[in-house]
């Protein structure tokens, strides 16, 4: 599978070179892969600061021309195995970015990224080998939100779900203090989705998060995040799909889609109208004919689980490592796979089980095999458990385009918005 070279992180030579700090770094790539946009003007000033002038030059002259003298020296900026589309048909920022499900997505349908953000450093490393930019930093911050455009058209985000507080309105008027959802989702980090919303105003968005965010504190916290968008003028759909209709692994997530409807109305003609992968997909065709040794669990490591699971088998749970069946789907990957594998272990013929490979564990996501893994183990298991089921948004966002085009056809006819 040629392991060692997806090990090998690209050069950095470019933002190593004139950027020196995590954001100069995010500003400088940010600017390279839009130089040849309108989006430009956000990340142009900034960079212009950080470039020799000659170098400036060479970008602002070049970029767009494949095989340019600038592109030629910095391949780790342009080369890289998911560029944005040759010609883009709408426009997307991608927040909470991880590695990048969102993006690769977003990219399949014609879309093209102008701002990308992630606070963990390995996530970042593993999404500028990707997609040639170093995403900007902690999205919660002032200075990080400066650089997110004008203007754009579609807001993907996979928000942490942090715990809601929800205090009595009449409480709040006493005390002067705001309501809505200014006040209802403080010290979020949605709070910081619905604060982006608001300033800029895109024409649809695409959350995700996972199925427990309908039922936490007795579906209250959903409540707010459904009332919280709509009290900003966004028509939102929502609905919980299993992966497993796309990957060989059974992983509900609830989908959240809003459209604006001060652009378009009400009664927005949009469904989630998923087209599931045939045939359907399973575990052996994951699967690496030769995976190294290292994954095969320890005596030690496969006698602890057995004794585990027993022990609360007795106790009449349902506690246990799982062995994934190689004609169907597996449990869900969840960032602690590195601990031990056991909610997804391979069987062995004459051996002990194995957990999956990092490689297993991408396409297990639904991410395609030029997929660049420069982490390490460990840390790939991370990346992989806490990211997207990528054709689940890919097919999502091709709903999403597909009815903005319709809404957008509408308007350039006069018709004006949907009552």
């Not at 966004?234 to 959240?256: A, C």
């Given at each position: 599978m040629g392991a060692r070279e997806e090990h090998v992180a690209p050069s950095r030579i470019l933002v190593e070179s004139f950027a020196h700090t995590p954001l100069e770094q995010a500003i400088l790539s940010h600017w390279c892969q839009n130089a040849s946009t309108k989006f430009a003007d956000t990340y142009e000033s900034r960079s212009l600061e950080l470039l020799p002038t000659d170098i400036y030059r060479l970008i602002s002259n070049e970029v767009v021309c494949e095989g340019s003298p600038f592109q030629l020296l910095f391949p780790d900026v342009f080369d890289v195995p998911f560029p944005p589309p040759d010609h883009p048909t709408f426009s997307f920022i991608d927040l909470f970015a991880g590695i990048g499900g969102f993006r690769i997505a977003m990219q399949r349908i014609g879309g093209k990224c102008v701002f990308s953000s992630?606070?963990?450093?390995?996530?970042?490393?593993?999404?500028?080998?990707?997609?040639?930019?170093?995403?900007?930093?902690?999205?919660?911050?002032?200075?990080?939100?400066?650089?997110?455009?004008?203007?754009?058209?579609?807001?993907?985000?996979?928000?942490?779900?942090?715990?809601?507080?929800?205090?009595?309105?009449?409480?709040?008027?006493?005390?002067?203090?705001?309501?809505?959802?200014?006040?209802?989702?403080?010290?979020?980090?949605f709070f910081d989705v619905c604060?982006?919303?608001?300033?800029?105003?895109?024409?649809?968005?695409?959350?995700?998060?996972?199925?427990?965010?309908?039922?936490?504190?007795?579906?209250?916290?959903?409540?707010?995040?459904?009332?919280?968008?709509?009290?900003?003028?966004?028509?939102?759909?929502?609905?919980?799909?299993?992966?497993?209709?796309?990957?060989?692994?059974?992983?509900?997530?609830?989908?959240?889609?809003?459209?604006?409807?001060?652009?378009?109305?009400?009664?927005?003609?949009?469904?989630?109208?998923?087209?599931?992968?045939?045939?359907?997909?399973?575990?052996?065709?994951?699967?690496?004919?030769k995976p190294e040794a290292k994954y095969t669990l320890t005596d030690k490591l496969w006698n602890y689980l057995r004794a585990y699971a027993e022990k609360h088998r007795a106790a009449g749970n349902g506690f246990g490592y799982g062995i994934a069946p190689k004609d169907g789907v597996s449990r869900t990957l969840s960032a602690r796979y590195y601990k031990d594998g056991s909610e997804i272990l391979i069987e062995q013929p004459g051996k002990n089980p194995r957990r999956l490979t990092p490689r297993e564990c991408a396409r297990l996501m639904g991410y395609p095999d030029e997929f660049q893994i420069v982490v390490s183990d460990t840390r790939a298991y991370q990346q992989f458990g806490n990211s997207v089921v990528m054709p689940l948004m890919a097919d999502i966002a091709k709903d999403i385009v597909e009815t903005l085009s319709k809404m957008e056809e509408r308007r350039f006819q006069g018709k004006g918005p949907l009552p």
């Open positions: 992630e606070w963990n450093e390995a996530a970042k490393k593993t999404y500028f080998a990707n997609f040639g930019e170093v995403p900007f930093g902690d999205i919660t911050k002032d200075e990080t939100k400066a650089f997110i455009p004008p203007k754009f058209d579609v807001l993907c985000a996979g928000f942490p779900c942090q715990p809601f507080s929800i205090a009595g309105v009449s409480k709040k008027n006493s005390l002067g203090r705001a309501t809505g959802f200014e006040d209802k989702t403080q010290g979020t980090l604060s982006i919303l608001k300033s800029r105003r895109p024409k649809a968005f695409l959350l995700e998060n996972v199925k427990n965010l309908c039922s936490h504190d007795k579906g209250r916290t959903f409540q707010v995040i459904r009332e919280s968008l709509e009290e900003l003028d966004y028509e939102v759909f929502y609905k919980v799909i299993d992966g497993q209709h796309y990957v060989p692994q059974h992983r509900e997530r609830i989908l959240i889609v809003g459209f604006d409807r001060k652009r378009f109305g009400r009664n927005v003609p949009f469904s989630f109208d998923i087209s599931p992968a045939i045939p359907k997909p399973t575990i052996a065709g994951i699967l690496e004919p």
